[in-house]
């Protein structure tokens, strides 16, 4: 069982930043695929970053290329999501999951799941 639990969401004017957290067990990193999910009122589950085994490689969407990066610390069990030039569009609730697959955008690829922050983007 893999426990994974985000904060640092918040509600933040158009243009600015905010860092995400995922903290989990020991060892996670090493053995799956992360991957950090959003979803919008009425929207489906959209994966905007991953990040494979041992941190080897990133990937993202077109949506956020450019303004978030995704990173861990290792030491402390961390994964983070930075969001810089945020906008009203990344209004959503922020998820990060494990999956074996890399890259894949299915949210039924992803075996386990923090319970998510929000965040919210202001004009």
């Known amino acids: 069982q893999v426990q994974l639990a985000e904060s640092g969401g918040g509600l933040v004017q158009a243009g600015g930043s905010l860092r995400l957290s995922c903290t989990t067990s020991r060892g996670t990193f090493n053995n799956y695929h992360m991957g950090w999910f959003r979803q919008a009122p009425g929207k489906e589950r959209e994966l905007v970053a991953a990040l494979s085994l041992a941190s ?3 990937y993202y969407s077109d949506s956020v290329k450019g303004r978030f ?20 569009e990344d209004t959503a609730v922020y998820y990060c999951a494990t999956t074996h697959k890399w890259r894949t955008n299915r949210a039924q690829d992803y075996g386990f799941w923090g319970q998510g922050t929000q965040v919210t983007v202001s004009n």
Do not use: C, E
């Open 56 to 58: 080897i490689r990133t």
């Open 69 to 88: 990066t995704v990173s861990t610390d290792d030491a402390k069990n961390t994964m983070y999501l930075q969001m810089i030039n945020l906008k009203p």
